[in-house]
C-alpha cells in the first residue's frame, strides 16, 4: 500500500490500518468531499448468483441511510440490506485518496469476493474528482460562486 503520509494534506491523520479495516469490514462506503455535493458510492456485497455487479460511482446526494439503502435496493436487487454502512466526508485531496489503501482495498475486495475488476472504473472516477477539486479551488482563487476574495487585482 502506498505511504498516505507522505502528502502534506491538512486534516486529521488516517490510519492505513484503520482504513483496510474498514474496507474489509462494511458493506456499503459512501465518502463525501468539501468539493462536490455528490458522493463516491462503493457497494462491496457480493452477489453470490452474479447477477447484479457491484457498484463503484459518483452518485447523488440522498437524505439519508434510509434513502441509499432503498435507492440500493433498487440498482441492486435482490442482494440483502447493508448491514454496515460507513458514510464519511474525505478530509483531504483527491491524490491522498488515490493513494490511500480505501480505494485499492475496495477494488481487491471486490475482485476478490465478486471476481470483478473494477480498478479502470476507479481510475476514471478519480479523474473526475480531480477536475472537480481543481474546478472548486481555481473557484476558491478567483473568489468565484461560493467563495469569498480578500484580495483584488488592481488593473
Same mark, same amino acid.
Request: aromatic letters at 8%.
Given at each position: 500500500?502506498?505511504?498516505?503520509?507522505?502528502?502534506?494534506?491538512?486534516? !486529521?491523520? &488516517?490510519?492505513?490500518?484503520?482504513?483496510?479495516?474498514?474496507?474489509?469490514?462494511?458493506?456499503?462506503?459512501?465518502?463525501?468531499?468539501?468539493?462536490?455535493?455528490?458522493? &463516491? &458510492?462503493?457497494? /462491496?456485497?457480493?452477489? !453470490?448468483?452474479?447477477?447484479?455487479?457491484?457498484?463503484?460511482?459518483?452518485?447523488? !446526494?440522498?437524505?439519508?441511510?434510509?434513502?441509499?439503502?432503498?435507492? /440500493?435496493?433498487?440498482?441492486?436487487?435482490?442482494?440483502?440490506?447493508?448491514?454496515?454502512?460507513?458514510?464519511?466526508?474525505? !478530509?483531504?485531496?483527491?491524490?491522498?485518496?488515490?493513494?490511500?489503501? /480505501? /480505494?485499492?482495498?475496495?477494488?481487491?475486495?471486490?475482485?476478490?469476493?465478486?471476481?470483478?475488476?473494477?480498478?479502470?472504473?476507479?481510475?476514471?472516477?478519480?479523474?473526475?474528482?480531480?477536475?472537480?477539486?481543481?474546478?472548486? &479551488?481555481?473557484?476558491?482563487?478567483?473568489?468565484?460562486?461560493?467563495?469569498?476574495?480578500?484580495?483584488?487585482?488592481?488593473?
Amino acid at each position: 500500500m502506498a505511504d498516505v503520509g507522505m502528502f502534506g494534506d491538512n486534516g !486529521p491523520d &488516517l490510519d492505513p490500518e484503520m482504513i483496510e479495516e474498514a474496507v474489509r469490514g462494511a458493506d456499503v462506503i459512501v465518502l463525501g468531499f468539501d468539493f462536490t455535493p455528490d458522493r &463516491l &458510492l462503493i457497494d /462491496l456485497r457480493d452477489d !453470490p448468483r452474479g447477477h447484479t455487479p457491484p457498484i463503484v460511482e459518483i452518485v447523488e !446526494p440522498l437524505a439519508g441511510v434510509d434513502e441509499r439503502e432503498i435507492w /440500493l435496493s433498487a440498482r441492486r436487487p435482490g442482494l440483502r440490506t447493508p448491514e454496515e454502512f460507513l458514510f464519511f466526508v474525505w !478530509p483531504h485531496s483527491v491524490t491522498y485518496l488515490a493513494a490511500s489503501p /480505501l /480505494l485499492s482495498g475496495a477494488a481487491a475486495r471486490i475482485e476478490t469476493e465478486q471476481h470483478v475488476n473494477v480498478r479502470e472504473q476507479i481510475a476514471d472516477i478519480v479523474t473526475d474528482l480531480r477536475g472537480r477539486e481543481r474546478v472548486d &479551488l481555481l473557484a476558491a482563487v478567483r473568489g468565484g460562486e461560493g467563495f469569498e476574495t480578500l484580495w483584488s487585482r488592481r488593473n
